[in-house]
């Protein structure tokens, strides 16, 4: 079992829909998590990272549950812009690195 | 934006070539990472190091090796290039365990 697992996609929704996606993690002793996002044939950027009572910058919403071992992330009134892979990431607890999910595609259609 | 560059940017180059990526970032950080990554797939981490004089190899096994002398600087170097090299190699540094990565813009490489 991978240790931190995305729906792949694609998502396709319309300009202005609201869209969210989860990604679960294996150990229980994950101490740090965030969202990036990579455009296509570009690097990793961050979005923003996950705290344990949920946080939200903008039109996007970032939540863990720690009880499923699972982080979401919503965006709301989607834009063209927002159309990007979106990576879950994890840090476990005594690990000197971070373990990447496979990514998800969004695209926002017009 | 944060403050790591790698060069080049692109290369392509025949195969049994030496080939170095370079790797430099100016905000102090201690920890820093080299990623491979084909298109439309997953980042896959080869090195990793802790601080100067520290490396460690990733969970891909890569032919490559790095080095760390310098806080600011973690090349990248392939003794003998082969077209199964042929990928986008990213480096990243990170403030501390706790914090999030920032990447470089990353070497697209291509091995004739």
């Known amino acids: 079992r991978k240790e931190v697992e995305q729906d792949p996609g694609p998502f396709n929704v319309p300009e202005g829909a609201t869209v969210a996606f989860n990604c679960t993690y294996s150990?229980?002793?994950?101490?740090?998590f965030f969202w990036y996002r990579q455009d296509c044939r570009k690097e990793p950027k961050l979005l923003m990272s996950v705290y344990s009572s949920g946080n939200e910058d903008g039109r996007f919403t970032a939540q863990l549950n720690r009880a499923s071992q699972y982080i979401s992330l919503l965006i709301r009134d989607s834009k063209l812009s927002d159309s990007a892979t979106y990576l879950c990431v994890v840090r476990i607890q005594g690990a000197q690195k971070l373990v990447f999910g496979q990514g998800t595609r969004l695209t926002i259609n017009p | 934006e944060a403050d790591i560059y790698q060069t080049p940017r692109y290369l392509v180059i025949g195969t049994g070539k030496k080939i170095t990526l370079e790797c430099s970032q100016t905000m102090g950080h201690d920890k820093m990472y080299w990623y491979q990554q084909d298109p439309g797939m997953e980042l896959h981490l080869i090195h990793y190091s802790y601080g100067v004089n520290s490396t460690e190899k990733g969970d891909l096994s890569s032919e490559s090796t790095v080095s760390r002398i310098r806080t600011e600087h973690f090349p990248l170097t392939l003794e003998s290039a082969r077209p199964s090299h042929t990928s986008q190699y990213l480096c990243a540094s990170s403030r501390g365990d706790n914090q999030p990565q920032h990447f470089g813009d990353g070497t697209r490489l291509s091995i004739l």
């Open positions: 150990n229980s002793a994950s101490q740090s």
